[in-house]
RNA sequence: GCUCGGUUCGUAUAACGGUUAGUACUCAAGAUUCUCAAUCUUGCAAUAGGAGUUCGAUUCUCCUACCGAGUACCA
């Protein structure tokens, strides 16, 4: 028998989504659109101390940026479901609404042997750790140190009954099996073992807010929401052993969900893995929107920057995964068509600015002068810019091979709607010399005043070259100096372009505007 | 420290025992142009090191080095 393919994306809100959160959600959505199946936005905020306001907006905001959609958890206005309903069978989808549920669980464990009462407090425990690593050593809560702590192990069963009557800070904690080895599958790294003995009893379920860790919730929840596979990042590996381990001491092997474990996204710059308080610091963002926190600073995020989301799913795609061939350029539709789990590589990946322009570059060359010039406006518009649409959409075809994002094209493209205020101090040296001028000037007349021919690219062009060739004057020396009188600078876009948009009468008004001001 | 992962041009990756080790980005040069950009052409550049297995290792095994993750009543 097989089942529906459903995976889910179980972000926690302690923060804003980064690019590797985003990419394990992608890779999420790619495997189940790909299978015909589900994929499920569950909240994992079990962590009440860590609770970042607006995070939670910030996951589904960002994800719908992307075109991630979730099937499940998150209905159509954006919001997480909280109750249930047929399309959203498994509400509430917060975990910290489902508060009741997970207790019965973890008790359930105790009963079978599985789990233990710890009365430890976190400051007795801590204490206990500061004492090893005093001694250059590492405490563990394990099979051998649990014999001398607080617990339902070594404590009488009054002294126990009684513990978990009148405190309330005790834990459940997972009795890990002595000397067993766990043979595991991960799709992506294939055969792992691991022996029990190098690892300690997890706390599943907290006294003091009624909540259960990751571990035990993780577990319960994707039994429960029927998870067929969890792909989630590298960071969890160490972990597989102990969730194998619950499924098998639930008795849900047979419904286990299959693991993958993602690379992580590494720094630029070699050390550490990408983190969330890398920031803008890199040089780019960590961020797929711009994140406010609660103390006002301010990261930057992809959209903000200008990548269109096409852009930015594609190249985070590719970062961990090919296809296979040598495409690289791909739609979410192409995506869902040539992902594949055993194609992801093993290797942590480092983000390359460039290539990301590249990505934006490409995406922005497959979209209309229509769509651009309506990108464009608004952008123009906050530079006091109103000019007819018709004029803006001859501007943006003209520089669209020149520029990486739409807000480029105001760098690019702004002597086309503004004259200069200054002149390239340099250019002017080299070009704007006494004799020089006065060629320009001559030039620009006779363009202005004796040219008869088509006002445009290609008429302006000819004639142009025609007459300063005629009369010898130096073309190169000319047509800089005609550029700085145009656009400020002697390097850009070229004249006769630059002069068909302009008009003759603008062409003359600047060429003397330069006259007056470069006049030595 | 311990446990678990990982290591191919600067970066992302391909080659799943046999290739002149391929591609893209970046970079450089040339072509083109009035300049710059774009475009086209060409080029630079890699299997971490050492043992083994094999007729043959980028590919399999082991050791070393380096990188990463985990080692919380965080996820």
């Known amino acids: ?74 209905d159509a206005s954006g919001k997480v479901v909280e109750t249930p309903s047929e399309r959203h069978p498994h509400a509430p989808y917060r975990q910290s609404q489902r508060k009741p549920i997970y207790r019965q669980y973890a008790e359930q464990l105790i009963a079978n042997g599985f789990a233990y009462y710890a009365f430890d407090t976190a400051d007795e425990l801590a204490a206990r750790r500061a004492e090893a690593e005093a001694a250059k050593q590492t405490f563990i809560y394990n099979q051998v140190t649990r014999k001398t702590l607080r617990n339902s192990l070594t404590l009488p069963a009054e002294e126990t009954a009684r513990l978990l009557e009148t405190t309330t800070d005790w834990t459940i904690r997972f ?26 009893d997890k706390v599943l379920w907290k006294r003091a807010d009624e909540l259960p860790t990751y571990h035990l919730a993780n577990i319960v929840d994707d039994h429960l929401m029927e998870i067929t596979e969890v792909i989630r990042g590298e960071e969890w590996l160490p972990s597989l052993p102990l969730h194998y381990m619950l499924y098998k001491a639930f008795g849900w092997e047979d419904t286990m969900p299959r693991f993958a474990h993602l690379s992580l996204l590494l ?16 040089g780019f963002p960590v961020f797929p929107l711009r994140w406010v926190n609660p ?24 970062l961990g995964w090919n296809p296979g061939d040598d495409r690289e350029i791909l739609s979410m539709d192409e995506l869902v068509q040539a992902f594949s789990l055993d194609r992801i590589v093993r290797s942590g990946a480092r ?42 959409a001859a501007v ?37 010399t ?87």
């Open 1 to 74: 028998m097989s089942r529906k393919t459903r995976v889910r994306f179980a972000p926690s809100p302690t923060g804003p989504l980064h690019m590797g959160g985003v990419r394990t959600a992608l890779y999420n959505y790619l495997y189940a659109k790909q299978n015909g199946g589900d994929f499920i936005l569950r909240i994992e905020d079990t962590d009440s101390h860590r609770f970042v306001p607006g995070a939670e907006e910030y996951i589904i905001e960002a994800l719908s940026w992307c075109g991630i959609v979730p099937d499940e958890g998150v």
């Open 434 to 520: 006494a004799e020089n001028a006065t060629l320009v000037g001559a030039a620009a007349s006779w363009l202005c005043k004796d040219y008869s021919g088509p006002w445009t690219k290609v008429g302006i062009e000819e004639a142009l070259v025609e007459h300063i060739r005629s009369q010898e004057w130096p073309m190169g020396k000319v047509m800089n100096a005609l550029r700085l009188a145009l656009t400020g600078a002697a390097s850009g876009l070229g004249i006769a372009d630059l002069a068909a948009l302009l008009g003759p009468a603008e062409v003359a008004a600047r060429v003397a505007s330069a006259e007056k001001a470069l006049m030595k």
């Open 351 to 392: 983000f390359s600015v460039e290539k990301a322009h590249w990505y934006n570059r490409e995406y922005l060359r497959m979209k209309s002068t229509e769509e651009l010039t309506g990108l464009f406006i608004p952008i123009l518009e906050q530079n006091g810019i109103h000019r007819e649409k018709d004029y803006v």
């Open 295 to 318: 103390e006002g600073e301010v990261s930057r995020g992809y959209r903000e920057d200008g990548y269109f989301p096409e852009a930015f799913v594609n190249l985070l795609a590719f």
């Open 175 to 200: 009795k890990m099996p002595e000397n067993t080895v766990v043979v595991m599958d991960d799709l992506i790294r294939g055969h792992i073992e691991v022996n029990t003995d190098t690892l300690d």
């Open 396 to 432: 943006v075809a003209l520089t669209r091979e020149r520029v990486t994002f739409v807000a480029d094209f105001w760098t690019v493209a702004k002597c086309l709607f503004v004259a200069p205020d200054s002149y390239d101090e340099k250019d002017a040296a080299k070009f704007w």
């Open 267 to 282: 720094k630029p710059d070699g050390k550490g893995k990408l983190s969330k308080r890398d920031g803008d610091k890199l």
